[in-house]
């Protein structure tokens, strides 16, 4: 048994004690760690300890993203395994390089998903902030007003720099260079 991080849908379990749950994951093995949901966007980061077996079963489940037990290997060859995965679940990923890894790229879809759990929260909604006409290629000033002022007021509440944050730039770009300034952080003993 090790701990590894997996990214999979999310369903509504409808009890108090967790709302939301990984979609499949569970029906692999017990699900022993944190589950953090991507700000209502329909998709959990979860730590799980699943044995050798139960991770071959959930590697061969199209829904879920499992990352490697070794998280400083480099990504090489799995860029683009890596990048359309993460820009299915609508993460920002046009930046991944084979040279990267995956800690790399967890530290940052991490600190993506902290972004849009407090843009949901600012927003005081379950709607996804990526749906309907807003993509990642959206730019900042196609955005609503509400959802603009939500991205401004997360980078002034975590003091970070949003001078790059302009009316033309993407929304991609935005949540990277926020992202990015996030400090690293352990999730469920690993560290990002």
């Known amino acids: 048994m090790a ?12 009890d108090k004690l967790m709302a939301w749950r990984p979609k499949t994951l569970w029906a692999y093995g017990k699900h022993t760690g944190p589950c953090l949901d991507y700000g209502h966007q329909g998709y959990v980061l979860v ?27 480099a990504i090489g060859g799995n860029v683009a395994t890596v990048h359309d995965a993460l820009e299915a679940m609508k993460m920002p990923a046009d930046w991944v390089q084979a040279t990267h890894t ?7 879809i991490y600190a993506a998903i902290i972004l849009f759990r407090r843009v949901a929260g600012i927003l005081n909604t379950t709607v996804p902030f990526l ?21 401004i007021q997360f980078a002034q509440e975590r003091n970070l720099d ?3 944050v302009t009316p033309t730039v993407k929304l991609r770009q935005i949540i990277k260079g926020l992202a990015e300034q996030l400090p690293s952080k352990s999730f469920g003993g690993i560290v990002l």
């Open 47 to 73: 730590v799980a300890d699943l044995s050798e077996v139960e991770h071959q079963a959930a590697e061969a489940d199209s829904e879920i993203f499992c990352l490697p037990l070794n998280l400083d290997a």
């Open 3 to 14: 701990k590894r991080l997996y990214l999979c849908p999310q369903v509504w379990a409808g």
């Open 131 to 151: 749906a309907g006409t807003i993509t990642l290629e959206t730019r900042f000033n196609e955005l609503p007003q509400v959802g603009r002022d939500a991205l």
């Open 102 to 108: 995956y800690r790399q790229v967890m530290r940052l």
């Open 162 to 164: 949003y001078t790059g």
